[in-house]
């Protein structure tokens, strides 16, 4: 399966005994696309003049003349690692690669495996116009008025945000009718809503929503899901999430309409409005309900630089950051 | 509504009093389409996070947290007069907006207005280009023979144009059978025909055709036009026209059909072959049939310079060139 | 009947004596495409203001004012040569355009000329792709195994490659069981091949083809084909092709259907992945089969520097390197 991550074409493998690998998808000899080939029993052919690559990217088999392989003949080899039915990648320098910095999704695995419907959109805008989006939920008044929206309650709650080592926290927690779509099965009786997200770099989200009655502290309905915002390029975003409680086909369908229609709209437009600007200098006017999307921002901005100085110091070319990244 | 006008997002309003006003279309926030949001009580509302806008672009409504307005809460104001049935926007120097410049149009308005029927194009040409296309009417020999060529009639009189202030008059006047589609009505005989436009900057043509008995001097029917070119970007172009005379939906069906099958298709061409060349750049060979139009774009290029020297005194920052367009 | 080749807008014109020409296809008043107009008795009327052309470029009416033509009233005028049932362009300097220099195709007018049946495809990729794509034949093995691929047996032959002056002949020969699509008709038996491709710059190549019993020497069919590869743009290329022996017709809907769904669809993808990077620049993976392709990019490189260098001693401003070119 080929996937393009970070402006790069990238080859995903699964091998006999299950095991993943992920390398580059460009034939060194006449950049062919590799995953056009065959894949059988852990290699792939290319599909044009049939070299044959393992799941390390180093060619084995070079059909032509005497058969000879040189040291050139392999394509780059990426770390990748499966965990909470996601593959995790590393682009950057393979020395900083660290599986440690991969977020505890575990909260996925509570319920049936049968039962998980994990969600996949492509999306034209930048990936960190995604993360902006779940960051800020006071969008879903305005957004999505219907459904998630809850009539104002969540934008006039002013939204709390800190930041541990590398990861951002935003919470809001307000007592009033709640969301649109639930009202009803109360009657329009009022209860205490806590949202709350956890971002972690580069792109990677739990968002929590407990609802409860009024002033007795333990919410009667807990739930959360997952949303990972992978670049694709500078301009558009693989978006991975999934919920993380029962029931989860019928609310990844509600979950994919809503962002289809509703917000996709608005941050492709978004994105067209800015074109290849960058988010600073077109000065924003910042709102209190910003407050965690601005320090996302600032972590990556602080990690990207960190990258860069490191490869700089390593007498690598400079070459554009790149993040521990899922897809 | 939204129009793109010289490669600017705005947004046109029309209150509940039936006033107008023209704003920045893109919110200072997090550069969402006011356009998309909801119109109001003369305020438009920002689909993404709810801020609300005054017709005068002033945020009045900030529904996040304490609802604090700064000052920077605002969007572009530009210069709206609605005069003769079409707004007219000024995107240069607030200070160099002069409604005084707005050609008199008041022939549109001499028939029953229920009457009046404009047509619109957006086409894939330059504005310039599609100027030129009104200001050398020997084109109509050529790309419209069935209709309103004159079978080589207009192309072989010569040209007579002249410079008053800014506005360029062309005039042909020839003794001949006309028009190809009005022949049948004359069974063939000649009669006198007189075309004149005459183009205002940056724009906007009127187009007068009298035609009578041969030596008579007084016209049996004078017909008349007006034609507005307004850039959408260097390479697209809001085409708006109206006929001022009796018949008009009628005349209208006609116009649209001979500009988007005809003109339209060679123009769009012209600008492909020219692709981001400049006009001049590309060492045009100049006939006769030229001289209006090579006087308008004489107008607009020294219009463009004193507006850009204007800027620059003025310690503006240098920009694009803009001049009073209508839309 | 217009075509770009080269990036340059041309107009191919048939004159009612059957003689043939090639002009510039942008009209020099107002840019328009002299294509879209009429062509009568020989001369090209331009669509826009009637401006009439001959075929070697002149301007010789001018319908407008007094009619007066100036000496620049003209388009480009190109060397074209027809010869067997192709026309042959010469887009550089004129003093260096040399029929001498077209490749021999008799071979193409054996047969009964109501029998021809020229291919002809527009691909999205660099002509030199295609080129290398026809000196490689090992490639077919890979892209087109139930049909022209040999089940590995040109690939595991080594490529026998010479240069003599500009031209490259690469060979292949070996005892087996040949293509996959004439296996049946033997029942399997052995069958002596021989496989040659000649390469003229910059893109004409002759592929023959001889299957003979095993150790006899003489061939039981000799077959042969024209393939001709003219750039229309860095990134597409006119692909003209042609067999020359008997039952024609039957073969070009074989290899149109072949080409379009095996070689081109890996060959848009191989420029794709490309981008506009330079073939050397991406260092490619050398194999033994790559020896004719390497030879004849080799020559192409040197007849482009000498072209640039002969262009430059003649205080010409340098431009693009324009070789012979058929279309």
Same mark, same amino acid.
């Given at each position: 399966?080929?996937?393009? =991550?970070?402006? #790069?074409?990238?080859? %995903?493998?699964?091998? !006999?005994?299950?095991?993943? *690998? @992920?390398?580059?998808?460009?034939? &060194? ?50 770390? =990748?690692?499966? #965990?909470?039915?996601? %593959?995790?990648?590393? !682009?950057?320098?393979?020395? *900083? @690669?660290?599986?440690?910095?991969? &977020? ?224």
């Amino acid at each position: 399966m080929r996937r393009v =991550l970070l402006d #790069r074409s990238v080859l %995903l493998m699964r091998g !006999l005994k299950g095991d993943t *690998a @992920a390398i580059g998808n460009v034939c &060194p000899h006449r950049f062919a696309s590799l995953s056009e080939g065959r894949f059988e029993r852990d290699l792939v052919e290319c599909p044009y003049h049939g070299l044959r690559f393992d799941m390390s990217g180093q060619c084995v088999h070079n059909p032509h003349g005497d058969g000879r392989i040189t040291e050139r003949a392999r394509v780059a080899s990426y770390p =990748l690692v499966e #965990r909470h039915g996601a %593959l995790w990648i590393w !682009l950057g320098d393979i020395m *900083a @690669a660290d599986p440690a910095r991969i &977020p505890d999704l575990c909260l996925l695995e509570t319920t049936d495996p049968t039962d998980r419907a994990p969600g996949y959109l492509l999306t034209k805008a930048n990936y960190q116009l995604l993360s902006d989006n779940i960051l800020d939920l006071s969008h879903a008044d305005f957004i999505h008025p219907a459904t998630l929206g809850t009539g104002g309650e969540i934008a006039g709650t002013k939204a709390r945000a800190r930041l541990e080592g590398d990861i951002v926290t935003v919470e809001w927690a307000f007592t009033g009718k709640g969301m649109a779509m639930e009202r009803s099965l109360r009657d329009g009786a009022e209860v205490d809503s806590r949202f709350e997200v956890t971002w972690y770099p580069a792109g990677v989200m739990i968002l929590r929503n407990d609802v409860g009655p009024v002033g007795e502290g333990e919410p009667a309905a807990k739930r959360a899901g997952v949303h990972i915002m992978t670049p694709e390029t500078s301009r558009t975003t693989h978006y991975f999430f999934e919920n993380a409680d029962a029931g989860r086909r019928k609310k990844l369908a509600l979950a994919l309409d809503v962002f289809e229609r509703e917000d996709g709209v608005v941050l492709e437009e978004v994105q067209r409005n800015m074109g290849d600007s960058d988010f600073w200098d077109m000065e924003p006017l910042i709102l209190s309900s910003d407050s965690g999307a601005i320090l996302a921002r600032r972590v990556l901005q602080r990690l990207i630089r960190r990258e860069r100085a490191r490869s700089a110091t390593a007498s690598h070319p400079p070459q554009k950051a790149r993040l521990s990244q899922p897809f």
